[in-house]
Nanobody
Framework: QERLVESGGGWVQSGGSLRLSCEAS????????MAWFRQAPGKEREFVAA????????WYADSVKGRFTISRDNAKKTVSLQQNSLEPQDTAVYFC????????????????????WGQGIRVTVSS
């Protein structure tokens, strides 16, 4: 059974950087579209970034464009989120998500597009 495990979160001052990683346990990782979402305290979960199965296409929320970079290493079964120029409003629990191969419209920013989720990891940015 596939599992997703996030790592790399923590505390950082405004303007700092973090790198989040998500490792998949199953064998089908290279076929999955992957994404990062986040949920700030008292807010709905929101899309952050997504990447297609071979890493050629990426999508970003406007709020992180130019600051965050999503990437993947299919040989290591990992997807990463490099976070630069962090701001207090980036404080949230970050979730890794995977979309198994399936038909139908793929909407990168829709959480309904993904069928496997990690437990989440906390990122705190202080001002």
């Amino acid at each position: 059974q596939e599992r997703l495990v996030e790592s790399g979160g923590g505390w950082v001052q405004s303007g700092g950087s973090l790198r989040l990683s998500c490792e998949a346990s199953g064998r089908a990782f290279s076929n999955y579209y992957m994404a990062w979402f986040r949920q700030a305290p008292g807010k709905e979960r929101e899309f952050v970034a997504a990447i297609d199965s071979d890493g050629h296409d990426t999508w970003y929320a406007d709020s992180v464009k130019g600051r965050f970079t999503i990437s993947r290493d299919n040989a290591k079964k990992t997807v990463s989120l490099q976070q630069n120029s962090l701001e207090p409003q980036d404080t949230a629990v970050y979730f890794c998500a995977a979309r198994s191969p399936q038909s139908g419209l793929y909407r990168p920013s829709g959480d309904e597009s993904y069928d496997l989720w990690g437990q989440g990891i906390r990122v705190t940015v202080s001002s």
